[in-house]
């Protein structure tokens, strides 16, 4: 079993910063995808940022240049660094750890930009 546990969601104006944070702990193989993804009231999940065991990252155009996704292996751990945030930013923040054809969720953090 995969356990993710997300923190740093929170309040801020637009053009903020934020950092969220997700560990992750149980049966963690070698490799595997460590994912943001994000969902706002009335709309579909969708994939913020990705990144691989080897740093292969991939990031959804409307967050290109703005957000940074990063993990440390040795802590089982991705982090998500939120720059210039934006009010449709808003939504819930997922955590998603992808290995060997299973993908596990956290529970989730709301993250709110607004003035």
């Known amino acids: 079993q995969v356990q993710l546990v997300e923190s740093g969601g929170g309040l801020v104006q637009p053009g903020g910063s934020l950092r969220l944070s997700c560990a992750v702990s149980?049966?963690?193989?070698?490799?595997?995808?460590m994912g943001w993804y994000r969902q706002a009231p009335g709309k579909q999940r969708e994939l913020v940022a990705a990144?691989?065991?080897?740093?292969?990252?991939n990031y959804a155009d409307s967050v290109k240049g703005r957000f940074t996704i990063s993990r440390d292996n040795a802590k089982n751990t991705a982090y998500l660094q939120m720059n210039l945030l934006k009010p449709e930013d808003t939504a819930v923040y997922y955590c998603?750890?992808?290995?060997?054809?299973?993908?596990?969720w956290g529970q989730g953090t709301q993250v709110t930009v607004s003035s």
């Open positions: 149980g049966s963690i193989f070698s490799f595997y995808v």
């Open positions: 990144i691989t065991s080897i740093g292969t990252i």
């Open positions: 998603k750890v992808s290995q060997a054809g299973r993908n596990y």
